[in-house]
DNA sequence: CCTGCGTCTTAACAAATATTAACATCGAAA
DNA sequence: TTTCGATGTTAATATTTGTTAAGACGCAGG
């Protein structure tokens, strides 16, 4: 783990923008550390105390639950955050957590500690509603992957998390140019949507044989955003952005 | 709706042992009205604004979530609410919820409003962090689910839900008696597995067959606790139960 | 008592997806 | 450059699950 003095303010990106400016300005201070992963690395391991939090910069991160025990075991990405989630605030209230973050991508995240949480918030029962409120929309990320994996089939799942993902990345309000770049390999997007790697295969050519979108090397090209959204029956209530 | 006046104090079941002794004897005085409604009935909606929020007392409620716009749409459940169950606390921060709430069975819920809670809590931030806890133990259930549907064949699943509602029945303190009235129907148990109703009914005989459990008229009977959990390979972990 | 409705049960068949294997492609390391 | 390993691609086949349909069963209302 590499670390470094912070040098610069951090950018309110991502779904920090939920945050009032006021509230973001008592809480950047607190990010003293950069931390950066590289890809494959596990950021923070299920059952290991936890005294700090990330808030993810740059790159993807995944959440990871192991099933069966010992051998053959099975891995499932049950989340993905992309920059500008806190990744792992639960981990304040919680203390410790039931499943391993892991880095899906090079990653850079902004480290602060919980004291430093509990400093900032503890009297301040609004601005703990507000971060509590940010935990609860992760909660509600999570209902929508258990509906997705429940109730689509392939073709319709995959369409749903790519839609759901770019959404979330331009939340940020960062220009949208209807290129992401999630360097997921495939395999990776299986483990998310509860599907073979080969299967996920003749999912990618399906979806680009119909103009819809193109996913060539981690790099997801929508040349369809509208047609995307009606193959994904995608409705992003559930990602509680402002206005809507 | 019927709403009765509280004649008696209510007792801190299931989850609700999570909290301390003191901090109960804050929260309870609040729950002033009891609601009760019937089997299938809406308790409350997706998008409407909230000022309460609802605790299980009796009966099963689940989340529910449309997919697919006006006709054709399906439902799923994304989460089953047992006795002791704090079922959407998560709308105190939210205000709004994403999904329905539904009865499954009859139904019994104290009510409190968050006025209440605002009040109770909003200079004791540990017990704010202890309630924020409450709600972020549902989240990992969530994530559990999104596991369950994408990782595990029929059986398994089925298995696996079972071992988790008995385990969560199971943690108020009650005597363990091997039979839990779950009232679930088949297509029930479906919509939560991402499965159809005629594969439940298989996956039902197999399981009776293997003498592990028996499922009829709603009443779950579970011959072979230790079978079932191996089928299930259930770790509770992620139900953050005390002493684990 | 019958009737009708909902749920359960089962079977036959169709569709979706997993598995395996073989080969291609690309980039990194020797 | 060459080789190696990881990832992507495709096809053949096996398995799982959905769909449809039909009958059984139980229960509430006439």
Redesign the interface.
Same mark, same amino acid.
Do not use: F
């Given at each position: 783990m590499l670390e470094f003095k912070k040098t610069a303010p951090l950018a309110q990106i991502g779904m920090m923008h939920q945050l009032s400016a006021p509230h973001w300005a008592q809480l950047e201070p607190g990010f003293t550390t950069l931390r950066e992963c590289t890809a494959g690395e596990v950021i923070s391991e299920?059952?290991q105390p936890l005294d700090h939090s990330l808030l993810l910069v740059d790159g993807i991160v995944g959440?990871r639950?192991k099933?069966? +025990?010992k051998q053959g075991a +099975?891995h499932?990405l049950?989340?993905l955050q992309v920059p500008g989630d806190f990744v792992d605030l639960?981990a @304040? =209230?919680?203390k410790v957590l039931?499943?391993d973050i892991v880095a899906i991508t090079d990653v850079q995240m902004a480290v602060i500690s919980h004291e430093r949480v509990?400093s900032v918030? /503890?009297?301040q =029962?609004e601005f703990?509603?507000?971060l509590?409120?940010l935990?609860?929309v992760? &909660? &509600?990320i999570? +209902?929508?992957?258990?509906? +997705?994996?429940?109730?689509?089939r392939a073709l319709q799942r995959v369409a749903n998390l790519f839609a759901e993902l770019i959404t979330r990345m331009d939340a940020g309000g960062a220009a949208v140019t209807g290129s992401y770049a999630l360097n997921l390999s495939q395999p990776h997007i299986g /483990?998310?949507?509860?599907l073979s790697g080969v299967h996920i295969n003749r999912v990618l050519r399906t979806l680009r044989e119909a103009n819809c979108c193109t996913y060539v090397k981690g790099e997801l090209v929508v040349q369809d955003r509208a047609a995307l959204n009606l193959i994904a029956?995608f409705d992003p /209530?559930?990602l @509680?952005l402002p206005g809507s």
């Open positions: 299920r059952g959440r639950i099933v069966g +025990r +099975r499932h049950v989340a639960h @304040y =209230p919680l039931d499943h509990k918030i /503890d009297d =029962p703990t509603r507000q509590w409120s935990t609860l992760d &909660a &509600a999570h +209902r929508h992957w258990a509906l +997705r994996n429940g109730t689509m /483990d998310a949507c509860g029956e /209530d559930y @509680y």
